[in-house]
């Protein structure tokens, strides 16, 4: 048997509490065959009612659940120390081995071991493990459900090197040479040869043996690489280091690890130096889910979605906020991206009510040791953090934990991502050796007053900007998630909004979506201190879960959708952060299909990393200009069907070209195999990308019609969209495109001939106004082998009338559910259902978020739930009612009540950004007066009304404040 042997394939698994499933004495073959990595949850519905709610993106993170395999063990391996390895089960983990309790495990970020050594037998043995996910919220996020990670079954002698028990630093880099120490805990019962070796592109180029005698438990060897090739992103060269415990004849145990040589270097008032080089963090923040897959994240879709990520000119990634799975860091390796590796979300006080908090004093400190013992030797992991926004952290913990990291790994700096601006905050921060800063409460406006209090002490924007992205969505009015919080401030495109699709979860793909300050402003900042030694957006990719209500699965944060689809800002990102002179870039947003009058005046953005950009509208120049912030150029175009075509100069020469086309109304499908190998790496998932096109080839971004993926000798996994309230179950094969695209994750099955997707679409406008012709296109992606010899054909009926043959289109005059079956060589092999409806399409505005004071009478919110229900003056007993509707009214009996006027009330949507602060808000009178409201702490227990314009001076006898308390138990009036 291998050292490391993966067993991921061939479980059974069950979603129900059995008790008896720990032993052999049950017959699990109706059980369901998953291979790990594995997560439950994107199996089912969603459900406003179901799981942990909005935290969870409405997907079912509940429950328990118990996987069993069977495991063969040869005589040989009898007497052989053996370990069970879980590099990650959510939430709460019991293993059993051959019907006996070998471990428990909360919070299973982390990886966890067990010594089995004394309970394997010969043969046959059984592993169970029972995975408990009802205790609920256990993150403020999605997390998923299950065994999520990879599991190891890993096998020594009695004289072996320790789990996690090498560490391989870089003591010293010259001219010609690497200092390389290699430290190895060991338990050994003889005296031994350790040996290790360092290997370059299949040669050894440093050796070192030295003898080890029993007893001893740890040994350091020093050796030297000659000429050393550096590990840095732009070249992450990896050497392979080869070490192994030999009684001078026979190798008793052996290791081998990938080991990046480079010298890290954090300089005060200079930054962050990387083989000498000053280096800005251009980083992300991520978290663990990817889409369809949810929390069951494949190498392959690891590798495509951080591939995506460095193309964009990422050179760094935070794990928000919790341990990433041991792949992630060796795929970070090969692919040069740095890791900000982050330990916790929040300390000894929960943020979700069964987080890790319930076990942080009795784990915190063994959990550090494994999680840096295990990252310890990645190249990539450049800094560890503490925390994120933790709710009580106080100077004594943040102490106590930059010392046990130091304790495990002296040689990098220790952070953490602390929001808000006070004292205790800004101690915190003090103790650490890079301060960390998330913008939450405005945490991103006071590095320079920092900087003057300790300039010895470098600053890293830990998490900064918070933006918002819908791809293919348009706003040319500024939107602020929070009205009354420090910001800077970004001026609207136009005065009046141009754009009128989309509804109250979506956001614009211009940069003028957000939290504090904007992409343009963050970075601007962040470039412009040399002390500041980088930043870490929210987010790279959007997450399901921590959205803004019911149907919204998830908040659209990320650069990238859920589908893996780039926005608008991807291309902004790019334009910031990759140099001309390695790649030129080159984006023009919007696109140019528009139902809009004539000549209406559109903001059009050119991103590029050139020095000077040219617009053109239907070959007619709208002049050049020069780029500014060094990344954009804005034009104000009059809408005119045809082509936008933008021109990228450096140096004087056009370097690139780009064009945004008009499209007529679809007609087809485009298929785009994005990601897998499916010859390569058969067990592994593949991506296919669906775009509707016209009849010219030109994308169709404004389409949003259904189609059906079909398989030969492809199993489909599930389909994707981007969209935040598309509430299709992650596991269907149908899917509406989402402003033009979508996608489809599939799987190839064994022993085929042929491996193809098939898709059909039902294309046409959802809303129109006189009538339409609706079209059934298919496009067909043969993955391997030759194209199948199929006869396709298609029938339709118009509501429920009669089924007809299709041909070439179907005529609407009316609003009509219409319904479309493929057949396959004659048998049916799906169906497809949309209406469209005779009506002009619904206009949606936002007029809460905007960038503008209120106008008329009436508030139009927001209506924060905190603040609805019944108040009562706590000195004359007056009950207030504050309805979801906006009024507020004074009960003056138990059958009556008299409205006062309208409020509002803008509560954080984030708590934890800025934890001492609770949200404004108004009362607008009937009789005129407009006063301030606020609440006086996030439990929402207690408001206070101001008076300063004597609203309520008459009630409350002139006091300036009155305060009210939250009644639980009293009805309103009917």
């Not at 390389?180 to 060991?186: D, K, Q």
Request: hydrophobic residues 35%; charged residues 25%.
């Amino acid at each position: 048997m291998p050292k490391f042997r993966l067993i991921n394939e061939g479980w059974r698994f069950l979603l129900s509490d059995l008790p008896q499933a720990m032993g052999w004495d049950l017959d699990d073959s109706a059980f369901e065959t998953v291979r790990i990595p594995h997560d439950w949850s994107v199996q089912f519905s969603y459900d406003c009612r179901q799981g942990k709610g909005m935290e969870g993106g409405f997907l079912q993170n509940t429950g328990i659940g118990w996987y069993r395999k069977p495991l063969f063990l040869d005589k040989e391996e009898m007497g052989k120390k053996i370990w069970l390895r879980f590099d990650g089960i959510l939430e709460d983990s019991y293993i059993y081995w051959n019907g006996h309790e070998i471990g428990f495990r909360p919070y299973g970020y982390f990886p966890a071991q067990y010594d089995i050594s004394d309970w394997v037998v010969e043969g046959a043995n059984l592993l169970a493990v029972r995975v408990d996910c009802s205790k609920q919220p256990f993150t403020r996020w999605y997390n998923g459900s299950g065994i999520f990670r990879d599991v190891w079954l890993i096998s020594a002698g009695r004289n072996h090197i320790c789990n996690d028990g090498v560490f391989v630093k870089t003591k010293k880099i010259l001219k010609d040479r690497a200092e390389l120490e290699i430290s190895a805990e060991m338990e050994l019962l003889n005296d031994i040869f350790f040996t290790v070796e360092v290997i370059w592109q299949g040669k050894t180029v440093s050796q070192q043996t030295e003898e080890v005698h029993a007893g001893e438990t740890e040994h350091t060897l020093s050796l030297v690489v000659k000429e050393p090739i550096l590990w840095s992103p732009e070249n992450p060269a990896l050497y392979l280091i080869k070490i192994k415990l030999s009684d001078g004849r026979d190798v008793l145990d052996f290791l081998e690890l990938d080991f990046g040589i480079r010298k890290l270097e954090f300089v005060p008032q200079k930054g962050m130096l990387l083989n000498g080089k000053l280096q800005k963090l251009k980083g992300v923040c991520l978290h663990h889910d990817a889409g369809v897959v949810g929390a069951a994240v494949t190498e392959t879709i690891l590798r495509y979605r951080l591939g995506l990520l460095k193309k964009m000119g990422c050179n760094a990634i935070r794990t928000a906020h919790n341990p990433f799975s041991q792949k992630f860091y060796e795929v970070c390796d090969e692919l040069g991206l740095m890791v900000l590796n982050e330990a916790f979300d929040g300390w000894e006080i929960n943020k979700a009510s069964q987080d890790y908090g319930r076990w942080f004093a009795k784990y915190h400190e063994s959990d550090l040791e494994i999680f840096i013992r295990r990252d310890r030797n990645h190249a990539c992991v450049i800094m560890w953090s503490i925390g994120n926004e933790v709710t009580g952290a106080t100077v004594e913990m943040t102490n106590k934990l930059v010392g046990l990291v130091h304790k495990w790994d002296s040689s990098r700096p220790v952070t953490c991502g602390i929001q808000g601006t006070g004292k205790v905050s800004d101690d915190c921060r003090a103790a650490l050796d890079i301060a960390g800063y998330n913008d939450g409460g405005g945490a991103c406006f006071i590095y320079e007053r920092d900087y003057a209090a300790r300039p010895l002490q470098l600053m890293v924007a830990t998490e900064s900007p918070h933006t918002y992205q819908t791809r293919g969505f348009y706003r040319t009015r500024t939107w602020w998630r929070d009205k009354n919080q420090p910001r800077k401030e970004i001026e609207n495109l136009t005065e009046k909004e141009v754009f009128t699709d989309g509804c109250e979860f979506y956001h614009s793909s211009y940069d003028n979506a957000g939290v504090r300050l904007n992409a343009r402003d963050c970075w601007e900042m962040t470039a412009s201190l040399p002390y500041l030694i980088g930043e870490f957006r929210w987010t790279g990719f959007d997450y399901y879960g921590e959205s803004l209500n019911w149907p919204a699965r998830n908040v659209g944060n990320g650069l990238i959708d859920t589908a893996n689809i780039p926005k608008d800002h991807y291309y902004l990102y790019q334009a910031m952060w990759v140099e001309p002179e390695i790649r030129p870039v080159l984006h023009i947003l919007p696109h140019w299909t528009h139902d809009l009058p004539e000549e209406t005046k559109i903001p059009v953005y050119v991103y590029t990393n050139c020095e000077e950009t040219e617009l053109f509208l239907n070959e007619n120049s709208l002049g050049k200009q020069k780029v500014q912030q060094g990344c954009f150029a804005l034009y104000q175009v009059p809408y005119r069907r045809g082509k936008l075509t933008a021109k990228a100069y450096y140096q004087g020469k056009c370097v690139k070209e780009a064009m945004n086309r008009t499209a007529a109304g679809p007609s087809g499908i485009r298929l785009y195999q994005l990601m897998g190998d499916i010859k390569k790496r058969p067990d592994e998932p593949v991506e296919i990308r669906a775009v509707v096109v016209d009849d010219y080839g030109t994308e169709v971004l404004y389409a949003q019609n259904p189609i059906l993926f079909l398989g030969e000798g492809m199993e489909i996994i599930g389909t994707e969209n981007g969209d935040h309230v598309d509430l299709t179950p992650l596991t269907s094969h149908v899917r509406r495109t989402f402003y033009g695209k979508c996608m489809v994750l599939a799987k190839a099955k064994e022993y085929q001939n042929v491996y193809e997707i098939m898709a059909v679409a039902l294309l046409g406008k959802r809303y129109f106004e006189k009538n339409i012709l609706l079209k059934v296109a298919m496009a067909r992606l043969v993955l391997e082998g030759n194209v199948p010899d199929r006869k396709i054909t298609f029938r339709y009926r118009i509501n429920d009338g009669e089924w007809r043959n299709y041909e070439e289109s179907i005529a609407l005059v009316q609003t009509a559910e219409v319904t479309v079956r493929i057949f396959r060589d004659g048998q049916l092999a799906g169906e497809l259902r949309e209406l469209f409806i005779r009506k002009k399409a619904p206009v949606f505005e936002d007029r809460i978020h905007g960038n503008c004071e209120a106008m008329g009478d009436v508030p139009f919110g927001p209506f924060a739930d905190e603040i609805t229900g019944m108040w009562e003056s706590e000195e004359e007993g007056m009950v207030f009612s504050f309805s979801r509707d906006g009024k507020v009214s004074l009960l003056v009996n138990e059958k009556m009540e008299q409205q006062l006027g309208w409020w509002w009330y803008d509560f954080p949507v984030d708590k934890f950004e800025a934890q001492d602060y609770a949200g404004m808000g108004e009362i607008w009178f009937m009789s005129g007066e407009k006063e301030k409201i606020y609440l006086l702490g996030q439990s929402a227990e207690k408001l206070e009304i101001h008076n300063d314009q004597m609203a309520l001076s008459t009630a409350f006898c002139k006091r300036e404040r009155i305060l009210l308390k939250k009644l639980s138990d009293y009805s309103s009036p009917s």
